[in-house]
């Protein structure tokens, strides 16, 4: 079992201690600064660590919007064997944009959409929310018992899912009123048929 003891100094008052085990013998470093704190995250390096993080070909925010980024991890934790596809090109990630506002027993849904456009000489997307502001609601009766409450709207429509790929940042822009959200889908691993007829 291998370890590997690191002094921080320039400011910092302690040390980290990291054990390795698995005999790997380089570990990749990330630090932070803010205030004269450091934040310094020792990970294993391999093959299939996460590339940094670059916004080059994404153009900032204009008025009026938000630029949301989202970091896809490179490795995740192991899943059981059998039910869900392990292999990342059958996965699929969720945005789901929309907003806190009071609900009540009503199925809430903000109108508005997303679209993707192509970033010319880049190879690749951004995803541009639009909309937002109106809100759809049935119109049950709910039970005086229930009271009001704050929950997340999110906007109408079907399900907006884009491959997942560690590789490259899901950058969305969206009005500044409206949270962005993601969930990962997997497929299952079990391929059913299809009769003919």
Not at 184 to 190: I, N, P, V
């Amino acid at each position: 079992m291998a370890r590997l003891t690191s002094g921080l100094t320039s400011g910092l008052t302690r040390g980290l201690t990291c054990g390795l085990t698995c005999g790997l013998t380089r570990c990749l470093a990330l630090g932070l600064s803010a205030g004269g704190a450091a934040l310094v995250v020792l990970q294993p390096a391999s093959s299939f660590a996460v590339p940094r993080l670059d916004l080059q070909p994404y153009p900032p925010a204009t008025a009026g919007e938000r630029r949301w980024v989202i970091q896809l991890p490179g490795v995740l934790p192991p899943v059981a064997a059998g039910a869900m596809a392990t292999d990342p090109s059958d996965w699929r990630v969720e945005l789901i944009v929309g907003r806190e506002l009071p609900v009540d027993c009503n199925r809430q849904r903000l109108r508005g959409g997303i679209r993707e456009e192509s970033l010319p000489g880049w190879g690749t997307s951004i995803h541009r929310v639009s909309g937002g502001e109106a809100v759809m609601a049935t119109r049950m009766a709910c039970p005086p018992d229930q009271p009001a409450r704050r929950g997340f709207v999110p906007l109408a429509g079907e399900p907006y899912l884009v491959p997942y790929n560690a590789s490259l940042p899901i950058v969305v822009y969206a009005p500044r009123n409206l949270q962005v959200r993601w969930r990962l889908w997997k497929a299952e691993s079990r391929l059913q048929n299809a009769l003919p007829q």
